[in-house]
């Protein structure tokens, strides 16, 4: 008889075997009916007239809402800053990018919607269109929001440390200008939302969202619902987000509104074609950056000057990406003196979110190019440049006010070069370029925070603005444990996984810490605000899970231990802090064979709370928070730690271009991570390897383009390329360094976005250094054949 397979993780058994419980799988209200939506053609428009009425009419339709119905029931959404650009769920009195919603059509049927929905007539009025963040920050450029009187949203420039003196006394001043590309993660799964406008004056929605929290009180702002009238629901299983869904919460406030008008629930399903059209993307970015720099290599002042267009909308948890990263702004050196400029733009394209690695691959873009120039403009190593410039002792505290816990950045550049084998790549380079071709060896080292802290938001609003009282701050995560009569564990978990493996790691952290198998303990990870333990920080982005939601679970199960312990000390007449758990037992811990069962000291607490100890309360249901004290608001001089820990991840990248058409084949890939306590081996190597293969996607295939007029032109798979398991037939060698954090319980870090940081610009090294011969500068992404071709022209005529 066959083995029967046991799946390593406890989600997978579902999800393999079709029984996984997806939105569209779900049916949650009877009557609910189904929307389409009807969006814009044009990229800048005034909308002239809306008329609803021939789609009103149409057999099967319960009701159609335009712009009118949107300004006379919902508010603008409460944006991060004070910029005049106020946001709706539909374009109102223009249209802004092309996709952007205009009416919605709810039906007894998707198909019935679709055909109602083609008789909506728009009657534009064409605008002028502004596609690029440089053309945006021009004075003459057309404006996307009058009222503003710019198309700049937010500017700030902060100066910490002896700036224009390390300029002044440099060996070197090494500058360099460089784009980072648009692009998305493109889930499985599009987004989908079923939303109910109670008789009450409540919603009830359910939407495959998964974060950040605090765009629950963003929805009830437009709404304007106190937050606890907006009932939330997300299933366990969401088919891949990266950050990408995010942006779903206008379409469950325009769902809400729809079920309104309709009287019935509502649900809507994204199809692919909207979903590249307009959901969401990560922020593309035009940055200068230049180092004061000594005869020796060590950089001693940095200088940025960040542009981020946030499309259409500053739509939030906008202009995160700007300032996500914004105490790790150094990277890994010890770099004293920083002076940043941070600017978001809007342009006629779909608005922009998180995307896994959210500002981190932007900032690491300019900040290793530019190290590679460092290199060459003092003669040096690559790798001799960045190992002079590494932090080496820990805690070690950036200019901006970010505290890296700690780490051994040395050992894990070590580490990588050794598992590179670089002699033999230096080798194999010097014999493709003997036979006329190209082979160049890229590397990228990038600190990788996770556990953010939401306060960083706050600095696009100047400190003078920022009303006493009214900080925001924290990484908190709610955790709720609790035990039944039978001594079976239930961990109840807010943290919205989109298929990380939260529930597998929570089982064995919450079994570990009260010593039992782990089949005796569940995970649920349905979430539901009405019910779920959760707070605005809540959610599955930044690399959260980890360091927080693992943190909060140690705590909840460790004063459930000391719970049990009491119980099993009265039935064994033993001082409980004599006593261990261990084994599915609480036993002696001199003497084991005095031990009473886990479920018996449980039970007891149950069925006779009369015998328990003085003062030991009668539960067995313990909610913990984990806030911790290192993370707060940032200070009056905009200084701040935006996020509790910071990993670190050493990349080399070797590439091979073809002479005659220019293909880059990538040959071998070293990748080094220190993410703390490693929970679980595989699911750690699987959020490395999930990185790697978004980060090779921004790299070498996918863009969101959009002609001059505003007109996207990759609005399908066939001019939107991602990657596939071709492409990543690739020679891969990972490996791990150890740094336990001393701020979480475990010592844990995030490590679900270091290689989507760091990969882009060790490949872009990689190329540059393969066309050095040829004088080639590398300056943006995506780098493929056509690109490179366009180059080469250009440098020989």
Known sequence: MAERWTPARTEDAALVSGQGRFLD??????????????????????????????????????????????????????????????????????????????????????????????????????????????AALEPDSPLLHEDAGSNVATDRTFSFGPVEEAFANAAHVVEGEYDFPR????????????????????????????????????????????????RLHVPADIGGSFGIKAGIYPYVVLMALASKHAGTPVRWTEDRVEHLLASSAGADRVMRFAAAVDADGTVTALKTDLVDNVGAYLRPPEPSTLYRCYGNITGPYAIDAVEIRARAVVT????????????????????????????????????????????????????????????????????????????????????????????????????????????????ATPSEQRKPGRDKSGSTEHVRVSVDMQGLVTVLLGSVPQGQGHATVARSVAAARLGLPEEQVRVVVDMDTATTPWTVTSGSYSSRFAPLVTSAVVEAADRIAATVRAAASAMLELPADELELADGLVRHRGDPDRAVRFRHAAGLVHWDPGALPAGTPARLYEEAAFTPAEVKAATRDDRINSSLCYGFVAEIVAVRIDPDTLEI??????????????????????????????????????EFTYAESGQPTAGTFLDYLCPTTAETDYELRTDHVVSPSPLTPLGAKGCGEGSSMSFPVAFANAVADALRPAGVPITRLPLHGDVLHRLLDTKES
Not at 684 to 702: F, K, N, P, R, S
């Open 665 to 702: 084949t990538i040959d071998r890939v070293s990748s080094v991570h220190d993410a703390g306590t490693v929970l679980n081996q595989q699911l750690l190597d699987g959020q490395v390897h999930g990185a790697l293969t978004h980060a090779l996607g921004g790299a070498m295939y996918e």
């Open 348 to 459: 006629n394209q779909m608005p922009v979110g998180l995307n896994r690695g959210f500002g981190g691959q932007q900032l690491y873009f300019g900040l290793e190019r530019l190290m590679d120039a460092v290199a060459d403009a003092t003669g040096r190593d690559v790798l001799e440049v960045r190992r002079r410039n590494l932090v080496g002792s820990f805690p070690h505290e950036t200019p901006t006010g970010g505290v890296y816990d700690s780490g051994d950045y040395a050992a894990a550049v070590d580490l990588a070069v050794k598992n590179a084998d670089m002699d033999e790549l230096r080798a194999r380079q010097d014999e493709v370029r003997a036979e006329g071709g190209y082979y160049g060896v890229g590397v990228g080292l990038v600190v990788d925070p996770s556990g953010t802290n939401i306060g960083y938001v706050g600095l």
């Open 183 to 230: 692009y998305s993660s493109v889930p499985m799964e599009c987004y989908s939302v079923i939303a109910h406008w109670e008789d009450t004056g409540g919603v009830e929605a359910w939407a495959n969202f998964h974060g950040p929290f605090t765009m629950v009180p963003v929805m009830a702002g437009a709404l304007g619902l106190p937050t606890s009238r907006i």
């Open 25 to 134: 799988d779900m049916d949650p209200l009877p009557g609910t009916l189904v929307a389409a939506v009807v969006r814009s053609t044009q990229p800048h428009a005034r909308l002239r007239s809306v008329d609803l009425s021939r789609a009103r009419a149409h057999p099967g339709v319960a009701a159609v809402i335009g712009p009118d119905e949107v300004l006379a029931a919902l508010r603008p959404f409460p944006l991060s800053t004070g910029a005049v650009m106020p946001y709706y769920p539909t374009g109102t009195d223009k249209v802004r990018f092309v996709g952007e919603p205009i009416a919605v059509v709810v039906a007894t049927d998707r198909y019935t919607a679709e055909d109602a929905a083609e008789l909506v007539t728009v009657d534009y009025e064409p605008l002028h269109t502004v596609v690029h963040p440089r």
